[in-house]
């Protein structure tokens, strides 16, 4: 489809951003359509968020059998996951044999942050602008540009007199960070600091943790992959990928749950409760009853569970209570996973300071300054999370020439048609982002359903001598509506979390991904398709 120029750079058919495991999936996907494409991406190297995220511990939440790409077998039989859940080396291990694998290389440019990206209505074309000038041009645009890669280091007072040194568990150096011997502090405890904690606290001389909100974890009960395990999960991969599309979170072996927390005796949910516990894992307990996350009460015995486990790990009540989260329903905000968390704070070089009664108000030149004490440390970790879903899209000037900055459209917060779509942006998709379950569901899953639903729409549009695919307002306020429906009715919004922009200061309040389902949000999605790509608007 595209046309080859003699000096000119032949034009492309799609531009990608971000070579994470999204962008790198819509290139091959682009490829096999017969499209001509190229990625762009920021970093030095292929992985999106396992290229960034290498800090102690950095794992993922997933088994490894499960968080995989699905669309080759060859690949899935002969890849072999050295441990239950997938450690950052070998998960960026894997992408970069994938890239081999598959010759994804020479079509990604990396150190080329994508500044502008602006579509000519007359010319029907996207072009995109790095930061150092180089312009591409190209039919459709693919944003691949992950949920979780803005690092955000609150704007405390004096970060830049700090004598010691300080990193961002998103930018963490790639050389790795020797806490040997320092007096070393982290901030934040969600699933970043959840890992890491435990790994620096046997490194350094002095730990402290600075915690304002306390959050939920589960153990992971990680170990090496057991051969036998995996041979039989191997046998059954074909059929284990095929019923994840029916599931919750896209993952096989959870179906959705029907039973109440609430109608059976009380002994028999502990036992399941403990059950999942020593499973080790998250999905277990996010889909151990029906209504986990739709009543207080249902979802209370859970938390309560977790809690008085909290309490039997941590010897200092004291420290426990302050450990036992109270304040959002357990899985409101993503549940954490750990291998040994809780315990840590049993070591006599760990100590755990409350930032929720007294706030951090300044970094001083030795430390940290809080409402109640300094502190004296030789360096710092930023665990302080991400502008998550939009933050990467806000930080490229998106517009139609001659319109607004996609930023000020969605100034109020993000609206899509399906999560892939945006009215007033034609030709243009996001692949697992807001209004779609990606970060509520295994992620590689939901990268593989929206690149292909998209590779399907442009062979669709090809078909037809289509040119232009743009979502109809009226379907996206429908979609909008939708989303905010399903989540209005479970407890996820009752939670200060980065699903609803909740961490970032004057960000909009508005819960972002769809909450109703892998299973559900797939086959709405291939119904549209189905329906002649019902609530868009095709044009030549
Ligand atoms: P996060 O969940 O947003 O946690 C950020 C932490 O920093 C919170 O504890 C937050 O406290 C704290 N914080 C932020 N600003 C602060 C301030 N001014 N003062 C004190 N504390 C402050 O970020 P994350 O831990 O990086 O995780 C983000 C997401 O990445 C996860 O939810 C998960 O989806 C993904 N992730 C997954 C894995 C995995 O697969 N195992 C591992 C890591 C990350 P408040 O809660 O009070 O705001």
């Known amino acids: 489809m595209s046309e080859a120029g003699s000096d000119r750079e032949p034009e492309l058919d799609v531009v990608i951003v971000g070579a994470g495991l999204g962008g790198l999936y819509a290139l091959h996907r682009m490829r096999a359509i017969g499209m001509t494409a190229r990625v762009y991406e920021a970093g030095g190297g292929i992985g999106g968020t396992w290229f960034w995220n290498r800090y102690p511990g950095a794992r993922c939440d997933i088994e490894s059998l499960e968080y995989s790409y699905a669309f080759d077998d060859a690949l899935q039989q002969e890849w072999k996951w050295p441990e239950r859940y997938g450690a950052q080396p070998d998960i960026l291990r894997y992408i970069e044999h994938v890239a081999d694998r598959f010759d994804l290389r020479r079509d990604v440019r990396l150190d080329a942050r994508i500044a502008t990206a602006v579509y000519d209505r007359d010319a029907n074309r996207w072009t995109l602008t790095t930061a150092d000038g180089e312009a ?46 320092l007096r070393v502090g982290v901030v934040g405890t969600g699933s970043t600091a959840i890992q890491m904690i435990p790994l620096i606290a046997q490194q350094a001389r002095h730990l402290h943790v600075f915690q304002r909100t306390a959050n939920f974890s589960l153990p992971a009960r990680n170990q090496p992959m057991d051969p036998e395990f995996e041979r039989a999960f191997k046998a059954e991969y074909r059929r284990r990928r095929e019923e994840a599309k029916r599931t919750p979170v896209g993952v096989s072996g959870f179906l959705a749950p029907t039973r109440s927390a609430l109608a059976i005796p009380a002994e028999e949910r502990e036992r399941r409760y403990e059950e999942l516990w020593q499973q080790g894992g998250t999905i277990g307990f996010l889909t151990s009853f029906k209504d986990f996350l739709l009543d207080e009460a249902a979802n209370e015995t859970a938390a309560e569970f977790v809690r008085r486990k909290i309490r039997s790990i941590v010897r200092d009540p004291a420290v426990a209570e302050l450990l036992a989260p109270k304040d959002h329903p357990i899985g409101s905000k993503r549940l954490c996973l750990d291998t040994g968390y809780y315990e840590t704070y049993n070591r006599d070089n760990v100590t755990l300071v409350d930032v929720r009664s007294a706030p951090i108000r300044e970094i001083t030149e030795t430390g940290i300054r809080t409402a109640a004490a300094e502190y004296e440390l030789d360096a710092m970790a930023f665990a302080t999370g991400f502008d998550a879903m939009t933050g990467a899209l806000r930080e490229i000037d998106i517009r139609v020439a001659g319109g607004p900055a996609l930023s000020e459209v969605w100034k109020a917060g993000p609206r899509t048609y399906l999560g892939l779509t945006i009215p007033g942006f034609p030709n243009f998709f996001v692949i697992t982002g807001p209004g779609s379950p990606g970060v509520k569901s295994q992620m590689i899953h939901s990268i593989e359903q929206h690149t292909d639903w998209i590779a399907d729409c442009l062979v669709h549009l090809r078909g037809r001598q289509l040119a232009r695919i743009e ?52 086959a709405k999605c291939e119904e549209v398709a189905a329906d002649n790509y019902r609530g868009f608007a095709l044009s030549r």
């Open 471 to 522: 979502p109809e307002p009226a379907a996206s306020d429908a979609w909008v509506a939708h989303v905010n429906a399903v989540a209005d009715a479970t407890l996820y919004p009752r939670a200060d979390s980065w699903y609803m922009g909740a961490n970032i200061p004057g960000k909009p309040r508005v819960f972002m991904p769809y909450v109703g389902g892998v299973g559900a949000y797939r």
């Open 136 to 181: 591409v041009t190209a039919r459709f645009c693919i944003m691949a540009t992950g949920n979780l890669s803005t690092p955000r280091v609150p704007d405390f007072p004096g970060l830049e007199r700090f004598r010691g040194r300080w990193y961002h568990s998103g930018l963490w150096p790639a050389e790795g960070v020797d806490f040997t011997g």
